[in-house]
């Protein structure tokens, strides 16, 4: 909303608020209306930098922030996977912390028992959008493979920008040929 050529009532009521008598807002004059705008203060603001002053900046984030920033979006977005041969599984899947967990308990279950927590060779796992595949024992461990490695570059990329140093952050995406 952009308020221009408003004219307020002054002083302030009681309450700390300027009535406004006309303004014309995104455009559009209006009258009888009521901003709620603590004026006292807006004129000290006013006059502190009509007397030369600026406001001190924000600081920029530190490179760990930044690092931390890009790492947590990366992990946000997902991990975007084509099949060559199994299209039907082609999706963006999520990075979370409960899916790593969730993916790590499932990769146990396979190396130790050949099986998924189901006790089936077979298991639904869902996309970041929620859409539930279904996958083979072959298809999750390659998908468990591609997401810990996506995983392990971006910890990487995360440690490497944190200290300042130049970095290439990975792709987002993926090709698994299977």
Same mark, same amino acid.
């Given at each position: 909303? #952009?308020?221009?050529?408003?004219?307020?009532?002054?002083?302030p009521?009681?309450?700390?608020?300027?009535?406004?008598?006309?303004?014309? *807002?995104? =455009?559009?004059?209006? $009258?009888? *209306?009521?901003?709620?705008?603590?004026t006292?203060?807006?004129?000290?603001?006013?006059?502190?930098?009509? !007397?030369?002053?600026?406001p001190?900046?924000?600081?920029?984030?530190?490179?760990?922030q930044? %690092?931390?920033?890009? @790492?947590?979006? %990366?992990?946000?977005?997902g991990?975007?996977?084509t099949? #060559?041969? $199994?299209?039907? +599984?082609? =999706?963006?899947? %999520?990075?979370?912390?409960?899916?790593?967990?969730?993916?790590?308990?499932?990769t146990? /279950?396979?190396?130790?028992?050949?099986?998924? &927590?189901?006790?089936? $060779?077979?298991?639904?796992?869902?996309?970041?959008?929620?859409?539930?595949? /279904?996958?083979t024992?072959?298809?999750?461990?390659?998908?468990?493979?591609? *997401? !810990?490695? @996506?995983?392990?570059? +971006?910890a /990487? %990329?995360?440690? &490497?920008?944190?200290? =300042?140093? $130049? #970095?290439?952050?990975?792709? !987002?995406?993926?090709? *698994?040929? =299977?």
């Amino acid at each position: 909303m #952009t308020v221009t050529n408003a004219n307020y009532t002054d002083p302030p009521d009681q309450n700390g608020q300027s009535h406004v008598c006309t303004a014309v *807002i995104d =455009g559009q004059t209006m $009258s009888n *209306i009521v901003l709620a705008v603590p004026t006292f203060w807006s004129e000290q603001v006013n006059a502190w930098i009509a !007397a030369g002053n600026t406001p001190t900046p924000a600081p920029a984030p530190s490179a760990a922030q930044t %690092a931390a920033m890009q @790492y947590a979006a %990366a992990v946000a977005a997902g991990l975007t996977v084509t099949w #060559t041969v $199994s299209a039907t +599984l082609n =999706g963006t899947y %999520a990075l979370d912390p409960t899916t790593q967990f969730n993916m790590t308990a499932e990769t146990v /279950s396979l190396v130790t028992n050949s099986v998924f &927590t189901n006790g089936q $060779s077979t298991r639904n796992w869902p996309t970041l959008s929620g859409t539930f595949l /279904s996958f083979t024992v072959a298809q999750f461990k390659a998908l468990a493979t591609a *997401i !810990a490695l @996506y995983l392990d570059q +971006l910890a /990487s %990329a995360q440690a &490497t920008a944190a200290a =300042g140093q $130049s #970095t290439a952050w990975p792709s !987002a995406s993926v090709t *698994i040929n =299977g």
